[in-house]
């Protein structure tokens, strides 16, 4: 039998993900202007990267907001937050990764909470 997990929490935080990976990966530069202006222009494939795999992570999760998805989805965002630790002391990519690691660990916290809410 399925769990049948809170959908409204799901559907607000993938949404909110999926919105975030859609307007970095359409506005880099608009959106390192706004939060990390130090950031190398010719590194803005690295933020279409990110915003892709966002969109794509939080769109599955809308498809299907299973436990399993869940937290396959936190453990991405963790692997992603970890990936971030080599540059948070980095003059150019310092708060670049420190925002994005942030946005991660929240993300992958909230996906975990509510997969682990509906686990038998």
Known sequence: ??????????????AAGATLGLVVLARPQQVLDAV?????????????????????????????PEPAVLA????????????????LGSARYGRAARISAAVALGSAVAEWVLAGSQRP
Do not use: C, N, Y
């Open 1 to 14: 039998m399925r769990h049948q997990l809170p959908r409204t929490p799901i559907r607000v935080l993938a």
């Open 36 to 64: 990390a202006p130090a950031f190398p222009p010719e590194r803005h494939w690295l933020l279409r990267a990110l915003g892709a795999r966002m969109l794509g992570q939080h769109a599955a999760v809308l498809a299907r």
């Open 72 to 87: 396959a989805a936190a453990g991405i965002d963790l692997l992603h937050a970890a990936s971030m630790l080599p540059f």
